[in-house]
């Protein structure tokens, strides 16, 4: 499992590990460009457009939230329970580090 996710990690390029650690700098210009590209629409409609916006960005920067890239049925925090319930021991990815040479 863990030669997978890091294989994933190399694949998938995620920013980091959980939505906590998004960059809030990041999320609140994503979330003005949503809403920027919807004006003229009701604030109820807006707001649940941008929230979907966000959610994609989530998927595409989240490691535990991007579909695994060898199973896009499954995200990393599903393919990390199945590990947990398979082994019955308490895994947590805290941290990763990816090294990336040239462009």
Known sequence: MVRDIAMHIAAA???CVTRE?????LIAKEREI????VVGKPDAIVQKIVDG???KIYQQVVLLEQPFVKNPDITIADLV???IAKLGENIVVRRFARYQIGG
């Open 53 to 55: 916006k966000l959610e």
């Open 34 to 37: 949503a809403a920027a590209a």
């Open 13 to 15: 390029n995620p920013a």
């Open 21 to 25: 650690e998004v960059d809030p700098a």
């Open 81 to 83: 329970k199945s590990a």
